[in-house]
C-alpha cells in the first residue's frame, strides 16, 4: 500500500540553526501538508500546499518557515532559525483531493522528531 | 474556531469487553469528521470519514457513528492489538483542508 515517508526521523539541531524536514507524499496526491505535535499535546496544523502554493496556514506558520515542492516527488518544511519551542514531531500529509470535492482521507508519514537544543 | 473534545482521556478494557469513545465537535459547517489511530512514534492511520448526521462507518471490530454534535467510535469485543490512541478530527466547510484534531482517547486493552 503506498505510504508517506519522512526523513529523518529524528533531528537534533541547535537553537537558532536551520533544519529542513523532507516528505515523499503518496505518488498521485495533489495536496499536501504540515501538522504538528508537541509531546503530550494534540496534533495542530501548520499549513497546506496545492498546485505550487500555500492554499492556508495556521498562526504557527509564521515568517520563520516556508515550505517547498523543489521536484514531483519531494515536499519540504524549512525553519530558519529554530527556537527551544519548535521542537515537536511533525507530520507530512497528502490526499488525492481537497476543497471543492467530497474530500479524501489525509494519509500521515510517521514524522520526524525535531529536538532543539 | 473549529473545536474538537475527546472523551475519555484514556480507557482500559479487559479483551473482550466492548466499549465505547466520544467525540464532541463544534464547526462551522461540517464537511468531513475523521477517525485515526495513532500507535506510539506513528503517525496517525486513517480509519474512517463520515459526511451527515446518521452516518456509520464499520471497519472489523470498529463502528463509527454521526451525528450532529458528535460522533462515537464504538469497539466491539477489542482485542490487545487494538491498543492505541485514536484520534478523532473535524474539517469544516469554511476552511480550506485543514483539519481540527481532539487530543485523542489513550486506549489499553489487557489480555
Known amino acids: 500500500e503506498p505510504e508517506v515517508t519522512q526523513t529523518p526521523s529524528h533531528q537534533v539541531t541547535q537553537m537558532g540553526q536551520e533544519v529542513i524536514l523532507r516528505c515523499v507524499p503518496i505518488?498521485?496526491?495533489?495536496?499536501f501538508y504540515w501538522y504538528r505535535q508537541i509531546l503530550g499535546q494534540k496534533v495542530e496544523f501548520l499549513v497546506s500546499f496545492y498546485n505550487n502554493e500555500i492554499s492556508e496556514k495556521s498562526e504557527i506558520f509564521d515568517d520563520q518557515f516556508s515550505v517547498e515542492r523543489p521536484d514531483g516527488s519531494n515536499f519540504t518544511l524549512k525553519i530558519r532559525s529554530t527556537k527551544l519551542e519548535d521542537s515537536a514531531m511533525y507530520f507530512c500529509?497528502?490526499?488525492?483531493?481537497?476543497?471543492?470535492?467530497?474530500?479524501?482521507?489525509?494519509?500521515f508519514g510517521d514524522g520526524t522528531r525535531l529536538s532543539i537544543l | 474556531e473549529d473545536q474538537v473534545t475527546q472523551s475519555p482521556e484514556a480507557l482500559r478494557l479487559q479483551e473482550g469487553e466492548s466499549s465505547s469513545l466520544n467525540c464532541s465537535y463544534t464547526v462551522s459547517g461540517l464537511r468531513g469528521l475523521f477517525w485515526y489511530r495513532q500507535d506510539p512514534g506513528k503517525g496517525p492511520e486513517f480509519l474512517f470519514t463520515?459526511?451527515?448526521a446518521g452516518e456509520e462507518k464499520e471497519k472489523e471490530r470498529l463502528k463509527a457513528t454521526l451525528t450532529k454534535k458528535e460522533s462515537f467510535l464504538h469497539i466491539t469485543a477489542p482485542k490487545p492489538e487494538d491498543s492505541a490512541t485514536y484520534l478523532c478530527a473535524v474539517q469544516s466547510n469554511f476552511g480550506n483542508e485543514k483539519l481540527t484534531f481532539g487530543t485523542g482517547t489513550r486506549l489499553t486493552i489487557i489480555p
Open positions: 463520515l459526511y451527515s
Open positions: 500529509a497528502s490526499s488525492e483531493s481537497g476543497r471543492g470535492s467530497r474530500n479524501q482521507p489525509q494519509h
Open positions: 505518488s498521485n496526491h495533489l495536496y
